[in-house]
């Protein structure tokens, strides 16, 4: 399987400018799919509700404050609205648009901020619980980005996340290999060797959701609508008759599996 570039191959400043660029194309690809996003949003739907019972069952007493990274239109944040009802709420998000949507469905009952997930700003202050769903697939440093969350945690404050493990969409990667093609799919970490940053002792459960489409351009075309069909950095776009070649493989239909991984860290 051709690999997509890998950023711990190029010089340090244009690894910055390149995940400065991407972050720029991710949130206007999501600030895009915003007002599409709820009904196209099955799957993560289903994620933040069972990323929300995973919170609950673990949270020995209320947190006072709450940091979400990457909101979106606010599908785990109702969930942590409505869990811990006393709890200041700050959703943050690197698309405005997203960050809109999720005002018009929390209105006052929390603040709002655009920002990288990644480099928390630390005026924000510490928490006592940070959670997101499906976002940190998007960090260009995975490791780093949770190591400064997790600085961003009280003593004893929990980190819980959902995000997609290696095995994600492992039949869209295995149509490409079948014709010799470079899909445009990121690089996933596998589950067993998660990258928990050196210092914090974090916990992972796995799961498959497995979701259809009719055709492999259905699947294509519901990511982009979603505002997730940014592909990895390097990558071009396959000419249309490679891509068609890609397509012929679903034609009994297409299935997308995706491997949710639930990480919990305590700080
Ligand atoms: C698949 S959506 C998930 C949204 C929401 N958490 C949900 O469960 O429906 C991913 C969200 O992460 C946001 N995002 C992507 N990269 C981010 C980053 N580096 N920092 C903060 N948010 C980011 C996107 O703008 C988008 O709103």
Redo the contacts with the bound molecule.
């Keep these: 399987m051709s690999q997509a570039m890998s950023h711990a191959d190029l010089p340090e400043s244009l690894n910055t400018l390149v995940s400065a660029n991407m972050?720029e194309r991710?949130?206007a690809s999501?600030s895009a799919g915003a007002a599409a996003?709820d009904q196209m949003?099955g799957v993560?739907?289903q994620?933040?509700e069972r990323l929300a019972m995973r919170i609950a069952a673990t949270r020995p007493c209320p947190p006072d404050r709450i940091l979400e990274?990457?909101?979106?239109?606010g599908?785990?944040s109702t969930h942590l609205a409505a869990l811990y009802p006393q709890a200041e709420l700050v959703l943050?998000?690197?698309?405005p648009v997203?960050l809109e949507r999720a005002s018009l469905r929390l209105g006052a009952r929390a603040s709002y901020r655009r920002?990288?997930?990644?480099a928390p700003d630390p005026a924000l202050g510490n928490f006592d619980l940070i959670a997101?769903?499906?976002?940190l697939q998007?960090?260009t440093d995975l490791r780093g980005g949770i190591a400064r969350l997790a600085d961003r945690l009280v003593p004893g404050g929990r980190l819980a996340f959902a995000t997609l493990g290696a095995e994600s969409f492992a039949e869209w990667r295995a149509a490409h290999e079948t014709v010799g093609l470079r899909h445009g799919l990121h690089p996933y970490p596998p589950v067993e060797r998660f990258p928990w940053p050196k210092h914090c002792a974090g916990t992972v459960e796995v799961e498959t959701i497995r979701d259809h489409h009719t055709n492999g351009q259905a699947f294509a075309r519901s990511l982009k609508q979603?505002?997730?069909g940014q592909p990895a950095p390097g990558h071009k776009p396959l000419p249309p008759a490679q891509f068609r070649r890609v397509l012929s493989q679903f034609q009994a239909g297409c299935t997308a599996s995706y491997q949710v991984v639930y990480g919990m860290l305590r700080g």
């Design positions: 972050k991710v949130a999501f996003y949003a993560q739907r994620v933040a990274i990457g909101c979106g239109t599908l785990l943050t998000d690197i698309s997203m920002m990288d997930g990644e997101s769903s499906l976002a998007w960090f979603l505002g997730a």
